[in-house]
């Protein structure tokens, strides 16, 4: 992303979520405030171009994926979490809507994205319930080091939610971040990563690709891929002891009504929970 501005990515995941309200009743992943902090105008292209056939697998699993994230907090909650910390949080909407009492929401993300959305926030009114804000650069700054500073408690038992992130970082600075999440006593995450284009079966390449040229183009191209086998072995290697990876056909399966026997669709975009 380019310094001075807000992520795209962010914006386009926004809009997604804004869609799914509209186009889909919400029925995967309700969200009140998706619309208002995005803006008329925004939602209105978002519906758009929510239109055309082919964007309504993706926009179902940005919907999936928020609502999976979700689950597992509240179950982590009922298990005495009390810090909630939301990576690369763009116009996220939970502490807006944190049914948790006591439970406390920070929300990290690159300083010009977080500014856009403190914005946003101002401009819409949304200040009922806002989050700790923690500016830091993945790349260039300690997460540690900005959470502890902005009153994050080492020992308090944590969950982090880390959505539309891990692609557009180095590898080195994803497994970074995990181990310092796996070092936290009783601390669990939820991400999302993708599988590399040659898992891709050779008819839905093609469109992987164009995916991932469209966001280079934007500025924030894909740089780290995992393939499932190994990102579970390195995460035990990290030290969590419990794992869950839903793909394409898990996720269809528990979201989209897809029956229980139905065959595996083969590579595409993963959630997974790793917990301590």
Request: proline share 7%; hydrophobic share 40%.
């Amino acid at each position: 992303m380019r310094a001075s501005e807000p992520s795209r990515t962010a914006l386009g995941a926004a809009a997604y979520r804004a869609a799914h309200q509209n186009v889909d009743g919400g029925a995967i992943f309700f969200d009140p405030y998706a619309r208002r902090i995005l803006g008329e105008e925004a939602s209105a292209e978002a519906d758009l171009k929510a239109r055309d056939p082919s964007t309504r697998s993706f926009r179902l699993f940005m919907a999936a994926r928020s609502r999976y994230a979700e689950d597992c907090l509240a179950l982590s909650v009922a298990r005495d979490v009390r810090q909630a910390v939301i990576l690369g949080a763009g116009l996220d909407t939970f502490a807006l809507r944190n049914p948790h009492a006591g439970l406390k929401v920070f929300e990290v993300d690159h300083p010009a994205t977080q500014s856009w959305k403190q914005t946003r926030l101002n401009e819409t009114e949304l200040t009922h319930a806002p989050p700790t804000f923690v500016p830091v650069d993945f790349e260039q700054e300690d997460l540690k080091e900005c959470l502890v500073a902005s009153g994050f408690k080492l020992e308090t038992p944590s969950f982090f939610i880390w959505l539309g992130i891990v692609p557009y970082l180095k590898e080195a600075s994803v497994f970074s971040l995990l181990r310092f999440v796996a070092g936290l006593p009783s601390a669990s995450v939820v991400f999302d990563y993708s599988e590399p284009l040659e898992n891709y079966s050779p008819e839905r390449r093609a469109r992987a690709a164009e995916m991932g040229s469209r966001t280079a183009a934007a500025g924030e191209p894909w740089l780290t891929h995992f393939d499932p086998k190994e990102i579970s072995e390195r995460l035990l290697s990290l030290g969590f002891v419990s794992l869950e990876d839903l793909g394409p056909t898990e996720m269809a399966k528990r979201f989209f009504g897809l029956p229980r026997d139905a065959p595996d669709r083969g590579a595409g975009p993963h959630v997974i929970w790793a917990g301590r």
